[in-house]
C-alpha cells in the first residue's frame, strides 16, 4: 500500500543579505544548510514540500526573489559557495507555498521600518510567485486546491491565504477592520469557507476536475476516503502551555475550525508561532447545536443536489447571521422538546437530530406540505428566543423548492433511507480526531548559532 510524504517548513523570514560572514540577515545561514541535508536525504520519496508562510521577513522584492532562488534555483553565499534545497527542474513541482503576514506587509523599504510592520496586500508576493512554467500559483481567489492519488489512497489538499486581510481589495472592501488586525492576525474570508466547501461538494459528487489531467475528475470514492489536508499560516489552536496572543491570532477560529469541519478536514498544516507541536482535537468538543445543524442542513442539501453553506461568521457586532438554522435549533431546543426533559434548563445538544431528521423524511415523502410544517414549527417558537427574532426565507424556499420541483420517485425513496442515517453520520463525524501539525521557524536567526536544530 503506497504511502504519501511531505516536508514541511514555515517562517523562513529572509532578509538583510546573503553572504555567510554576516549575522546580521534575520535568516540563519546553517539553518539552510541543515535544512538543505535533510531535503536532499528526503526528497527521493518526497511527493510535497509545503512552505506555510513567512517567507520574507519585509514582504519586499529583492527577499522574496532571494528565497525564491534558495528554493528553485540556488543562493550565493559567498566565496563562490552556493546553497539551494538541491531539487532538480522536474522536483519544482512538488513546492506548495502559502503566504504568511510578513509577505503581505508589501515594504518598500530595503531596511523595513516600523510603519511598514502591517498587512496591505500581496502585490510584491504574487509577483514574485507568479505562475511562470513550473513556479507556484498566486492567490488571485485566495485559495488553491492540489489532488495526489496513489492507486484507491488520495490526499486532498487546499491552501489558503490566511493574510487574505492584508489584500488591498479585500481592506477597501471591510473598512472596519482596524491597524491592530492588520499586523500579524490572520482572516480566513466568508468567499474562501465557500470555496472548500464548493470543492468539497464537487468532490463527493464525482465532478472535481484532476488538477493535471485535463477533463478528467476525481473519483469520487476515492475522494470521499482520501486524507484531507489545509495549509495556511496562521494556526487555530495555541500550542500546549503557550500564552495566549491576541495579535497572532487567528479571527472567528472557532467558525473557521467549523467550517473545515464540515468539508470533512482531517489535518491542517500552519506555522506563524515559531513553535512546534502536533495538538488533536476532538470534532465533538467544538461542535455547538448551531454547528450541528449547519452539518446536518449540508448534509441534506448535498443529497439533494444542493451546494453546501458554510457556519456564519460574526457581524461587525458580534451578533451571528441570521439562517434559518438559528431559528430552528431555538425551535428544537428552546420550545418544542423542552417539555420532555424533566430539568427544563438541561437539554441533550443532539435532542434536536432525530427530530429534524424526522421532519426531513417527511418533507421528502411530502413536499408541498414541507415547507408549511417548518413554518408552522417556527410559529410555536418564543421569537425572543430567537438571535433577533428574524427567519432568513432564502435558504427553507431553495430546499423546499427543490424537494417539490426536481426528485424522482425513485430519488425520493433513496433520500429517504440516507436521511433516516443522520444520527449515525452525526455520531461518525464527532467521534473523528483533527489534527492541528504546526512547525516552528525553519531559519530564522537565533542568538546562539551553535544551537542549530532543524525542525
Known amino acids: 500500500m503506497a504511502d504519501f510524504k511531505f516536508i514541511h517548513l514555515s517562517d523562513l523570514h529572509f532578509h538583510g543579505g546573503s553572504s555567510q560572514r554576516h549575522k546580521t540577515h534575520s535568516h540563519s545561514i546553517p539553518h539552510l544548510k541543515g535544512i538543505q541535508k535533510v531535503v536532499q536525504k528526503e526528497k527521493e520519496n518526497m511527493d510535497r514540500l509545503i512552505i506555510s508562510g513567512d517567507i520574507s521577513h519585509y514582504g519586499d522584492d529583492d527577499n522574496l526573489l532571494r528565497a525564491k532562488q534558495w528554493i528553485f534555483s540556488s543562493m550565493e553565499i559567498g566565496n563562490e559557495e552556493r546553497i539551494s534545497l538541491g531539487l532538480d527542474e522536474n522536483e519544482h513541482d512538488k513546492v506548495r507555498l502559502v503566504p504568511g503576514n510578513h509577505d503581505a506587509w508589501n515594504s518598500k523599504s530595503r531596511n523595513g521600518k516600523i510603519i511598514d510592520i502591517r498587512q496591505k496586500s500581496l502585490e510584491n508576493f504574487n509577483y514574485v510567485f507568479r505562475r511562470n512554467g513550473k513556479d507556484v500559483i498566486p492567490f488571485p481567489d485566495g485559495y488553491y486546491f492540489d489532488w495526489l492519488q496513489k492507486g484507491e489512497r488520495g490526499v486532498f489538499i487546499v491552501f489558503l491565504d490566511s493574510s487574505y486581510m492584508g489584500d488591498t481589495q479585500i481592506e477597501n472592501e471591510n473598512p472596519e477592520l482596524t491597524i491592530i488586525d492588520r499586523v500579524a492576525k490572520g482572516k480566513i474570508s466568508k468567499k474562501q469557507a465557500e470555496s472548500v466547501l464548493m470543492l468539497y461538494d464537487k468532490g463527493l459528487l464525482g465532478k472535481l476536475e484532476d488538477p493535471y489531467n485535463s477533463g478528467k475528475y476525481i473519483d469520487k470514492s476515492v475522494f470521499s476516503k482520501a486524507l484531507k489536508i489545509v495549509v495556511m499560516h496562521h494556526y487555530i489552536f495555541e500550542p500546549s502551555g503557550q500564552k495566549r496572543e491576541p495579535l497572532l491570532q487567528l479571527r472567528e477560529k472557532e467558525s473557521v475550525f467549523k467550517n473545515f469541519a464540515l468539508a470533512d478536514t482531517d489535518i491542517l498544516m500552519c506555522g506563524h508561532k515559531h513553535y512546534a507541536e502536533i495538538k488533536d482535537h476532538l470534532y465533538l468538543h467544538h461542535f455547538d447545536r448551531r454547528a450541528k445543524a449547519r452539518y446536518i442542513f449540508n448534509y441534506f442539501r448535498r443529497l439533494i443536489g444542493i451546494h453546501s453553506l458554510p457556519f456564519q461568521y460574526s457581524d461587525k457586532k458580534g451578533k451571528k447571521e441570521n439562517k434559518l438554522i438559528s431559528t430552528l435549533i431555538s425551535l428544537f431546543l428552546i420550545n418544542k422538546y423542552k417539555s420532555h426533559n424533566d430539568n427544563k434548563d ?46 432568513d426565507e432564502a435558504e427553507l424556499s431553495e430546499i423546499t423548492k427543490r424537494v417539490r420541483t426536481s426528485l424522482s420517485a425513485e430519488e425520493r425513496e433513496k433520500l429517504k433511507e440516507l436521511t433516516k442515517h443522520l444520527k449515525r453520520v452525526i455520531k461518525e463525524l464527532f467521534s473523528r480526531q483533527f489534527l492541528q501539525l504546526m512547525v516552528g521557524s525553519a531559519c530564522k536567526a537565533h542568538d546562539d548559532e551553535k544551537k542549530i536544530q532543524v525542525l
Open 346 to 391: 438541561i437539554i441533550s445538544d443532539d435532542s434536536f437530530i432525530e427530530p429534524l431528521s424526522e421532519i426531513l423524511v417527511r418533507g421528502i415523502d411530502n413536499p408541498e406540505g414541507f415547507e408549511a410544517e417548518l413554518k408552522s414549527f417556527i410559529n410555536e417558537c418564543n421569537a425572543s428566543a430567537l438571535d433577533d427574532g428574524i427567519l
